[in-house]
């Protein structure tokens, strides 16, 4: 089946620096890719939604400029925390809905971002 | 704006049946969805309801009823494997309109 891939798993950084997160769509293409943040024990809060060759549809409360998306492609796009700090530090989730239209979100195995 | 409601945990015995309901606002409604999440994991996919009525995938089953914006999962023969957080999702009228989820169900299973 349709496989989305996402990395780094695991990002520690200093605080200040930018990180980068890739997600791909490794056998279908992906013309709408969802950003997804959790903290421990709570759910999945969508983050923005990443549109093929247009800008990204950020969620109230989301800062556009810290977190930069980019999908400049239709199997690639990507999530870059600029200067982070501290609690920035989360789980960060990828994912696309399935070709077919089943209503199947697939995910990809998450980024764990660590900022010191 | 959209939300879901689903109960914080539930706990169950191994090989007995579970029910975790999900009821529904949103200003569109394309379908619901039901996900497992395993700690440290991402999410999968279990489930999807674009219709009223039952479907059934092996040991879960899934039901929706639109007219009372109510869902739930029903997991049967439970095995200790099951024991992980389950979320129910709702995305809009279109296929890539974005897909909001509950807070989240953990289920406990005792042996």
């Known amino acids: 089946g349709a496989v989305v891939s996402q990395h780094p798993s695991r990002v520690i950084c200093k605080s200040g620096t930018s990180v980068k997160i890739e997600c791909r769509s490794l056998?279908?293409?992906?013309?709408?890719m969802f950003w997804y943040r959790q903290f421990p024990k709570q759910s999945l809060m969508l983050m923005a939604t990443?549109?093929?060759?247009?800008?990204?549809?950020?969620e109230q409360g989301v800062e556009k400029d810290k977190f930069l998306i980019n999908h400049a492609s239709l199997t690639l796009s990507t999530l870059t925390v600029t200067s982070a700090h501290p609690e920035d530090s989360s789980f960060y989730i990828c994912?696309?809905?399935?070709?077919?239209?089943?209503?199947?979100?697939?995910f990809g195995e998450g980024s764990r971002l660590t900022v010191l | 704006g959209q939300s879901l409601e689903q109960p914080s945990e539930v706990t169950a015995v191994e090989g007995a049946i579970v029910q975790i309901n999900c009821t529904y606002q949103?200003?569109?409604?394309?379908?619901l969805s039901w996900y497992q999440q395993h700690d440290g994991g991402a999410p999968t996919f279990l489930s999807y309801?674009?219709?009223?009525g039952l479907e059934e995938t092996g040991r879960f089953s899934s039901f929706l009823s639109r007219s009372d914006s109510y869902g739930y999962l029903l997991l049967q023969e439970l095995q200790m494997k099951d024991s992980a957080s389950y979320f129910c999702?709702?995305?809009?009228?279109?296929?890539?309109?974005?897909?909001?989820f509950g807070k989240g169900t953990r289920l406990h299973i005792l042996p």
């Open positions: 949103t200003s569109g409604f394309y379908g």
């Open positions: 999702a709702v995305g809009g009228e279109n296929r890539d309109d974005k897909i909001i």
């Open positions: 990443s549109n093929e060759g247009s800008k990204a549809t950020y």
């Open positions: 056998d279908f293409q992906a013309t709408t």
């Open positions: 309801n674009g219709l009223d």
């Open positions: 994912s696309a809905p399935t070709p077919g239209g089943t209503g199947e979100l697939f």
